[in-house]
């Protein structure tokens, strides 16, 4: 099923870890299989190169791979450069992928996007985009439930979601009891996900039995 670069970087897989303090740290996930990706990076401030960016995989062989060759590909680059990057120039890299393992290839590539776009807002250089509850409700769908895989959208954890233009507040109706065991882990990447978007002001969390 795989080429001989497939399994070389599934084997020997090239920037695993984490690094401490990143500029931007994201986690994607795949509604496909439910693999998942936590991916870091480092960006010099003045060039907006890719210093370093390391990844952790919790997925097939095939997640391993695509994640760990984009990472090679992106390193170096600028964050413009980067964003340029696509799906089928990892697949491609790698020698080819089987048909139903090319949403892999899609999750390292949005993984990539998704952080420097948390970089680009943490930073004030994100073009502005019109804010709604269909746009929060698209971010909310990457951030993910890490004990089965799947968005907090999909299992229902978001129950509702407002937005009030004039404040810049954001209203999530949660379904999320404290007990839940990756409780702080999912909150704080509601944070990163929807609180650095430029126009919002604050995001008022209530919770629901």
Known sequence: M?????????TKPKNVGEIQKA????TEGSLACGDM???????????????DIKFKSYGCAA??????IMTEMAKGKTIDQAKKMQFSDVTKALGGLPP???????LAIDALKAAIRNYEEKHGIAKPEDINESILRSRLRHVMDPGIGKDIVTVGIVQDVKFDAKSGI????????????FYDNILHEIDERIGFIPGIK???KKFIE
Do not use: G, W
């Open 2 to 10: 795989y080429s001989k670069k497939v399994i070389e970087y599934f």
């Open 23 to 26: 500029d931007a740290q994201v």
């Open 37 to 51: 990706v936590n991916l870091y990076l480092r960006i010099d401030p003045k060039t907006k190169v890719i210093k």
């Open 63 to 68: 997640n391993i791979a695509t994640t760990s």
């Open 100 to 106: 139903m393992k090319i949403h892999c290839s899609v």
């Open 170 to 181: 954001v209203s999530l109706m949660l379904r999320l009891p404290n007990t839940h065991q």
């Open 202 to 204: 604050k995001i008022d």
